[in-house]
């Protein structure tokens, strides 16, 4: 059981814009910045979104992030075949001094 | 570019220890906190620990606490992770990341507890 709580699945059409949602408590979203990651099949996971909202370099603008309270979302507009991956979001934990993640969200592109 | 290069896995009975080492490039080391996150088969991503970037800070999920041990040598632009009393549910790919947010990762070390 994640202490970070994601839908296990997620699916659009291309072109549709997707919401991933991540609910958690005061002690790490709601304390402190989320960041989402994304693993497509094989490959090691990528930075997506870090301190809520802000994306690194080479992420393209159509992924955005957002915060409200102990919730999170990720939200991809313009959904391209290529999106279809898994996700994940994480936080630090104040009371368990750590890093926390989600279950992840798999996310298919019909 | 930055770079992170996992090395050490393999496969280990129940009770064993293995060292991880992750080479950095691209970037000035000792400047970040560096993390190891973990993938068991066919499950999500665990965090498993982070040490500051002086090396006198470190933090450890509880599932490895008092077993596993997170280090770094700045001077080669290494960081490890020493794993020990090393359990069945310790299976899974490791990644090095660099930063508390594991900004860049690499590309995996899988390691394998069995008998």
């Known amino acids: 059981q994640s202490v970070l709580t994601q839908p296990p699945s997620a699916s659009g059409t291309p072109g549709q814009r997707v919401t991933i949602s991540c609910s958690g408590s005061r002690s790490n979203i709601g304390s402190n910045g989320v960041n989402w990651y994304q693993q497509l099949p094989g490959p090691a996971p990528k930075l997506l979104i870090y301190g809520d909202n802000k994306r690194p370099s080479g992420v393209p603008d159509r992924f955005s992030g957002s915060k409200s309270g102990t919730s999170a979302s990720l939200a991809i507009s313009g959904l391209q075949s290529e999106d279809e991956a898994d996700y994940y979001c994480a936080a630090w934990d104040d009371s368990l001094n750590g890093q926390v993640f989600g279950g992840g969200t798999k996310l298919t592109v019909l | 570019e930055v770079q992170l290069l996992e090395s050490g896995g393999g496969l280990v009975q129940p009770g064993g220890s293995l060292r991880l080492s992750c080479a950095a490039s691209g970037f000035t080391f000792s400047s970040y906190a560096m993390s190891w996150a973990r993938q068991a088969p066919g499950k999500g991503l665990e965090w498993v620990s982070t040490?500051?970037?002086?090396?006198?800070?470190?933090y450890y999920a509880d599932s490895v606490k008092g077993r596993f041990t997170i280090s770094r040598d700045n001077a080669k632009h290494t960081l490890y992770l020493q794993m020990n009393n090393l359990r069945a549910e310790d299976t899974a790919v490791y990644y090095c990341?660099?930063?508390?947010?594991?900004?860049?990762w690499g590309q995996g070390t899988l390691v394998a507890v069995s008998s």
């Open positions: 990341g660099k930063g508390l947010e594991l900004l860049h």
């Open positions: 040490i500051g970037g002086s090396g006198d800070t470190t």
